[in-house]
Nanobody
Framework: QVRLVESGGGLAQAGGFLRLSCAASGRTFSRNAMGWFRQAPGKEREFVASINWSSAGTVYADSVKGRFTISRDNAKNSVYLQMNSLKPEDTAVYYC??????????????????WGQGTQVTVSS
C-alpha cells in the first residue's frame, strides 16, 4: 500500500517559517515528479510547488515564488517544502502529492496519483 505522510505543519507568525516533510512508503518515487498543493477554507485546492525526479527542475506558484523552496531526497523517498516569510494568506491544509507516470514537474493536480492526508499550516498576523 502506497502512503504519503506529511509532517511539520503548525502555527507560525507572519514573517516566520515552517518546513514541511513528506515521507513516501510502499513504492519508490525516485523517477517521478512530486509536489505540494494547498487548500484554504472555502477555496479550491491550488498548486504550490513541484519538483522533477532528479531535482534539476522546480516550478512554483507565483504566490509563493521567492519565499518557498521545494526539495527532495530520493534516498529517503521524501519531499520537503521550506516556507519562509510566511503570510496569513498561506494558511491552508498542505498536501503532498506524487506522480506514478510523470518525471517532469507538473502544476496539474490530475497528473498526481498519490496524495497525503494533509497537514495544517496556520499563519497569524
Amino acid at each position: 500500500q502506497v502512503r504519503l505522510v506529511e509532517s511539520g505543519g503548525g502555527l507560525a507568525q507572519a514573517g516566520g517559517f515552517l518546513r514541511l516533510s513528506c515521507a513516501a512508503s510502499g513504492r519508490t518515487f525516485s523517477r517521478n515528479a512530486m509536489g505540494w498543493f494547498r487548500q484554504a477554507p472555502g477555496k479550491e485546492r491550488e498548486f504550490v510547488a513541484s519538483i522533477n525526479w532528479s531535482s534539476a527542475g522546480t516550478v512554483y506558484a507565483d504566490s509563493v515564488k521567492g519565499r518557498f523552496t521545494i526539495s527532495r531526497d530520493n534516498a529517503k523517498n521524501s519531499v520537503y517544502l521550506q516556507m519562509n516569510s510566511l503570510k496569513p494568506e498561506d494558511t491552508a491544509v498542505y498536501y503532498c502529492a506524487a506522480s506514478s507516470t510523470w518525471g517532469a514537474t507538473s502544476m496539474v493536480a490530475t497528473d498526481y496519483d498519490y496524495w497525503g492526508q494533509g497537514t495544517q499550516v496556520t499563519v497569524s498576523s
